[in-house]
Every structure is written in C-alpha cells, then in structure tokens.
C-alpha cells in the first residue's frame, strides 16, 4: 500500500516534535538527549551495499563507510548535535547512503562532544586528523569537508584554520543546515521556531552554553565561522529546509561566500525542517542527497 507523501511527512513531523525536539526543551542531562537520539536512529535504514569499518585517526573514533573497493575521493563528514549529542550511531544509515550514491569514500569523524570539551577542543582535534590524513599520503585535491547543524560549523572553521595555517586545501564544503551564528541573530529561529520538527531553540541555547567557554564572545569568528572572512575558500555547496530553524544562517552564508568571490550553491527544500537528509523516505531527501553526489563529483578533480 502506498502512503501519501503528506500524509508521511506530517506522521515523521509529528513523531520528530514528540521523540526529539520536546524533550531537548527539558533540562536533561546531554547522556539522556544522547541516548534518546540514539535510540531514535536505529529506524533509519542503511543501505546494505556498503561496507563499515572502524578507525582510529589521530586519538579519535572513525568509521569508513565505502560502497566500493577502489573509491579515492572521500567525504570527511562531521556529524551534527548542537555541539553535545549525535555520534557514528546517529548518522551512521545517512552515511551509508551517502556512500552509495556517491561511489565516494566517507570517513566519519567522532569528535569530541560539549561539555565534557568546550572550543577549541573540537577544532583543534579535527585539525590533527586532517593533518594526519595529508601525512598519510591522502592529496588535498581528493578530500570534500562536510557536516550537518554543528558538525557544519566545524567544518566550516576547519577550512578556514587549513586556509589561514597554509595547508593544502580541500576541493569542496558541503554544508547541510548549517549552524553557523552563535550569537542567534538569524530571523528564522524565530519565524520557524514552531515550524522546525527536529530543532528547537532551547536545544541551540543548550549548546551554546555548554560549548562556549566563559571569557569567549558566542560572535567571535572561530566560534561563529558565519562572520570570519570568506576569501579563497574552496566551492560551497549548502543544503537547508524551508522550515529549518537555521535557514538563515544557510542563506547568510552563501551571499557572504558570494561576496567574498568564493563559488556557493544554496538548495532550499521545500517543506523541510533541521536535517531532514537523515530520513531518506522523502522525496526532498533523495534529492538532497542526488544534489550532494552531483556537488561532489563537481569538485573532484585529477
């Protein structure tokens, strides 16, 4: 029996607004919005043509996810949370089908998670990890940085360390709902504030809170990568839902990114909230990831 595709998409909203979002306005304790996310991601299907192995990079979990034997350009994907949840577990099925319709080589990163590590922690360990990749004879050119909420900030902040420290450059930033002003000021955490399924307001005051340390401005550019300077970035590719509480961090990006002569590519999906990429039933989801796999095959250059 078919399902409508409205009819799924408000049963998921429904679902998504009373797993995740209504309890990360709690004041829970971040193992018990981790655990219940956890949880949650075990019905996400992974797609069973790829293969997992598990990884140790500079002191820090990994996996490799592939679809095929000889697949050269890999994503380095760094997963979302708000800076203190999600994991491997949590965007492990996105992954895989990511690999697969890549054919690329994904290595996700397990970085370390607020508040038991405040910035610069984070960077500075991804930092390693990208440093060690190069030492291990991986070519810039064959590497696309990518994440999702935090794990886009993250990624965002360590193309513009590898820019600012003269190292070799990735060929490609693919950002997906990106969190990238941690000082709030974008108009759409109010306007979607009760439009977003998965995202709450509270969850990014939460995040913030345990991820900044005290002495640091939530505006400074190495925490809130939105206002660093742009110049000699590699291509931009950012995916964002209609609905998403941090459309506008997406949006600000790329007129920024624009400006400062760096190709950028926005996508709004239509009727979609924070992260909708994880649940591949949609039709949004399938063309989000389609549109990430023609970004990435974009960029890969010999």
């Known amino acids: 029996m078919k399902i409508d595709p409205l009819i799924k998409q408000l049963a998921t909203e429904k679902l998504l607004k009373t797993t995740i979002r209504a309890p990360s306005q709690l004041n829970l304790p971040p193992n018990s919005l981790r655990f219940a996310l956890e949880h ?3 019905v996400l299907p992974q797609h069973k043509q790829t293969h997992i192995r598990s990884l140790t990079i500079s002191g820090l979990k990994v996996e490799e996810i592939k679809a095929q034997d000889e697949a050269t350009q890999l994503i380095l994907y760094l997963h979302g949370g708000a800076f203190f949840v999600g994991s491997l577990n949590t965007h492990r099925a996105y992954l895989t089908q990511v690999a697969a319709r890549s054919q690329m080589q994904i290595l996700h ?3 370390p998670l607020a508040p038991e590590y405040q910035f610069p922690d984070a960077i500075e360990a991804l930092l ?4 060690d990749l190069l030492a291990q004879g991986i070519q810039a050119k064959d590497i696309i940085l990518a994440g999702d909420c935090s794990g886009a900030n993250l990624a965002l902040a360590l193309a513009l360390r590898i820019r600012d420290e003269n190292l070799p450059q990735v060929s490609g930033l693919i950002l997906n709902s990106p969190f990238l002003d941690l000082t709030l000021t974008s108009e759409s955490i109010r306007y979607n504030a009760k439009l977003d399924a998965l995202l709450s307001p509270k969850a ?3 995040g913030i809170e345990y991820y900044v340390p005290r002495g640091y401005e939530r505006g400074d550019a190495k925490i809130s990568p939105l206002f660093a300077k742009l110049d000699d970035l590699p291509p931009l590719f950012i995916q964002v839902g209609s609905k998403a509480l941090l459309l506008d961090d997406a949006k600000r990006l790329h007129q920024r ?3 400062a002569g760096v ?3 926005l996508k709004i999906y239509t009727g979609m909230w924070h992260n909708f990429q994880l649940f591949g039933w949609f039709n949004e989801a399938k063309q989000a990831l389609a549109d990430l796999s ?3 095959h974009a960029v890969d250059v010999d």
């Open 263 to 265: 190709k950028s590519q």
């Open 204 to 206: 990014l005051d939460t």
């Open 128 to 131: 390693r990890v990208y440093k």
């Open 109 to 111: 990163v397990q970085y």
């Open 40 to 42: 949650m991601s075990r």
């Open 294 to 296: 023609e970004f990435a």
């Open 257 to 259: 990114a624009e400006a």
